[in-house]
């Protein structure tokens, strides 16, 4: 079984920064794409930005030149640095990844989300 486990969220300012991570823990062998996508209240769940085993990343119109994903693959941790954070990106942030387990399995796996309020 694999979890995945987010942190990093709570209240800021608009204008401040706030850094997400999302750890994977369980029957792991090998993490594929790893991404984090939000849900504000009324609305669907999005896409934020996602990052390859090998570091290509993929971002929304929305994230781009503010937010910047990474990873520790050593460490199977994903991180989101939000910076310059305004109001509408209030939203649970959700973690997702691709992971192929020591059952040989390719598996999509979600967190259990972390809430971002950006409120003055």
């Known amino acids: 079984q694999v979890q ?3 942190s990093g969220g709570g209240l800021v300012q608009p204008g401040g920064s706030l850094r997400l991570s999302c750890v994977a823990s369980g029957s792991i062998l090998s993490m594929y794409d790893m991404g984090w996508y939000r849900q504000a ?3 669907q769940r999005e896409l934020v930005a996602n990052i390859s085993y090998g570091g290509s990343t993929n971002y929304a119109d929305s994230a ?3 937010f910047t994903i990474s ?3 050593a460490k199977n941790t994903v991180y989101l640095q939000m910076n310059s954070l305004k109001p509408e990106d209030t939203a ?4 997702k990844a691709n ?4 059952g040989f399995l390719s598996i999509e796996v979600w ?3 972390t809430l971002v309020t950006v409120s003055s």
């Open 71 to 73: 990873r520790d693959n």
């Open 64 to 66: 781009k030149g503010r």
């Open 41 to 43: 209240p009324g609305k």
């Open 111 to 113: 967190g259990q989300g």
């Open 99 to 102: 992971v192929f387990t020591s």
């Open 92 to 95: 649970v942030y959700y973690c």
């Open 4 to 6: 995945l486990v987010e």
